[in-house]
């Protein structure tokens, strides 16, 4: 379905929620599966294989195998996790061209009917063009996209831009050809912690937005439209921010392709939940979305068990707009404006339900944590839902990649090690990364860094800069630590 917008009915919208002046949207009025005329952003249907996502159809889950297509039996066990999971969506990490021939011979053992396969690819664009020979629907990454080293944005000037430019468009209007004329579906996916140095010389704090727009763009002269866009940071915030600035752009433009929404790198546990909740739950109440991916640093299948949990959750109770950073909230002993007091039900609807009720609060100040039942848990679930609204802060900020197949370690069993030892931190950020390849890139703005770079052995990142190489994994956290405490970064409840 196509619906041209016309003007911009976000300057009649103060609350910046009201997208398009459609009754019932963003007031509160639940979307009906299937039904694209209430409440839900209008978008195009794009076709993806045997499936299809857009068009007011009910949001498609979908999660990412984090084995390599060359470990056969362990990536058709990931995939068969998914399928046991309904996820219909699977996406997989190219590297290099025996990435997509192994997959290529894993083709005969999966199934085709009902399920869709994604490639994710960064650099170059080659592997791009072959993989949609392959599968039927490819991610591009427009930080990376035709170029396998970004300059640092400070080192460009109008003449490298417009040949870096040039390049690029060139890759690109070559690629999105091939894709309208298989008939293929391609996702743009913008991520804040890959942008490419050009953009930000450019174009400055609207580099991602800029980088989305500038890949559709070239999309559109060659006729490509089956696209999908997506927009992602760490935080809920700019994940937000952005997402609601690329619907105020598209309806300026009168585009219409779906929203795949996520938090990247939103972690483990309780954070990377609450992240998950707060970001993906504050857009999906507000009308938009028609794919999901919570990048959790856990089970692929986890992702899609607890963004199906979401959905259902929001279907009755939806997230109000959140005014980020607007107030301080204190956790207190005794009196509070709000208690939460321990609640019966399992634990993701339990989390879900606390966020809800934080969120719901327009005049907070004050939360206690009633006593008993996992008390220590439900803290920690305030303290996050309190931190990821930038309205207190309480712990260290752990970013930590979904992993997919470039990982080579644990990155699970890191980012908890981390979190154990230096999770009470206030205005420390850490990153905990699978792979150098895309690593050094996402982990953006983070204080110190863990990189995987081999088997047992990381790189370790300050301030974005590597200053010690292949540390073996027993002792990185010794030196994070010490370095932590050298830059007179400990100030919270160790
Ligand atoms: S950092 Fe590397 S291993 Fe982790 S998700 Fe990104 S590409 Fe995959």
């Known amino acids: ?89 699977i996406r997989l990490a190219l590297a290099n061209r025996r990435d997509l021939s192994n997959f290529l011979s894993l083709l005969r053992f999966l199934p085709r009917d009902g399920v869709a396969y994604v490639a994710d690819l960064h650099f170059g664009s080659e592997l791009a063009l072959a993989a949609l020979d392959v ?11 035709g170029i396998f080293r970004t300059r640092p944005w400070r080192e460009y000037d109008n003449a490298s831009f417009a040949k870096e430019r040039e390049l690029v468009a060139g890759q690109a209007r070559t690629f999105f050809q091939k894709a309208a004329k298989m008939n293929r579906a391609v996702r743009i996916g913008c991520n804040g912690g890959s942008i490419a140095g050009r953009m930000r010389w450019r174009h400055g704090d609207s580099a991602l937005l800029a980088s989305m727009e500038e890949m559709v763009a070239w999309a ?3 006729g490509m439209e ?20 690329a619907v105020r752009r598209m309806a300026e433009f009168g585009w219409d392709y779906p929203l795949h929404l996520g938090v990247t790198e939103a972690g483990c546990g309780v954070a990377g939940l609450v992240r998950g909740a707060i970001g993906i739950g504050t857009l999906v109440s507000a009308g938009m979305g028609d794919t999901l991916r919570l990048s959790l640093a856990e089970a692929p299948e986890r992702e899609v068990e607890f963004c199906r949990t979401l959905l259902a ?10 005014e980020f950073g607007k107030k301080s909230v204190a956790i207190v002993d005794g009196c509070a404006d709000l208690c939460i007091d321990p609640c019966a039900s399992d634990r993701d609807m339990a989390l879900l339900g606390i966020v809800h009720r934080i969120l719901s609060a327009p005049q907070l100040r004050t ?10 848990w439900r803290r920690e679930v305030v303290e996050w839902t309190l931190q990821c609204c930038g ?35 206030p205005n420390v950020r850490i990153a905990v990364m699978g792979c150098v390849v895309n690593g050094v890139g996402e982990m953006g703005d983070a204080d110190y860094g863990y990189i995987g770079c081999g088997k047992g052995r990381v790189n370790l990142y300050r301030k974005g800069i590597c200053l010690l190489r292949s540390v073996p994994e027993k002792n990185a956290i010794d030196v994070l630590e010490e370095w932590i405490y050298s830059d007179g970064k400990v100030c919270g409840r160790l």
Do not use: H
């Open 220 to 222: 559109r002269e060659v």
């Open 226 to 245: 089956n696209l999908v866009i997506s927009l992602k940071a760490s935080d809920c915030r700019r994940t937000v921010e952005w997402n609601r600035m």
């Open 367 to 376: 939360v206690a944590i009633g006593r008993g039942r996992c008390e220590e």
């Open 1 to 89: 379905m196509t619906m041209a917008v016309q003007g911009n009915p976000l300057d009649q919208c103060p609350d910046g929620e009201n997208w398009f002046g459609m009754q019932g949207f963003g007031t509160g009025q639940r979307a009906v599966p299937g039904d694209a005329s209430v409440g839900r952003f209008p978008t195009r249907t794009v076709a993806i294989g045997p499936m299809a996502i857009g068009g007011g159809r009910p949001r498609l889950l979908q999660s990412m195998v984090n084995v390599s297509p060359g470990e056969k039996d362990r990536f058709l066990r990931a995939v068969d996790r998914l399928l046991a999971v309904d996820c219909r969506l």
């Open 135 to 145: 599968c039927e629907k490819v991610r591009i990454n427009p930080g990376n996209f």
């Open 313 to 322: 959750f929001l279907d009755r109770y939806p997230f109000p707009p959140v």
């Open 391 to 425: 309205w207190g802060n309480f712990r260290t900020e752990i970013i930590a990649c979904p992993t997919c197949g470039r990982t080579t370690y644990d990155v699970a069993a890191a980012a908890d090690a981390v979190r154990v030892r230096l999770g009470n931190l």
